[in-house]
Nanobody, 115 residues
């Protein structure tokens, strides 16, 4: 049974930092493309960052230079370090594990950036 569980969300002031974590089980983690998506109220879900099995990385333009995605294959963990947070980063953040066009999603974790 595949499980994907996000954690680490919360409320932070503009300019602050948060680190999201995603624990995946029931898959060969190292073989999967892992990604963070987010969905703000009234908006479509959008890609934040993606890390492939070869550790190559893609970032959305809106987060380049502020967010860092990483993975620990030994622990089956995915991370998103978010710095210099802005109110526009407020959203539910989702972890996605993808292989052969099959995705497994977590339940999401809320990130709120507000003064």
């Amino acid at each position: 049974q595949v499980q994907v569980v996000e954690s680490g969300g919360g409320s932070v002031q503009p300019g602050g930092s948060l680190r999201l974590s995603c624990a995946a089980s029931g898959i060969i983690f190292s073989a999967y493309t892992m990604a963070w998506y987010r969905q703000a109220p009234g908006k479509q879900r959008e890609l934040v960052a993606r890390i492939f099995s070869d550790d190559s990385i893609v970032y959305a333009d809106s987060v380049k230079g502020r967010f860092t995605i990483s993975r620990d294959n030994a622990k089956n963990m995915l991370y998103l370090q978010m710095n210099s947070l802005e109110p526009e980063d407020t959203a539910v953040y989702y972890c996605d594990a993808n292989r052969f066009s099959i995705s497994y999603w977590g339940q999401g974790t809320q990130v709120t950036v507000s003064s």
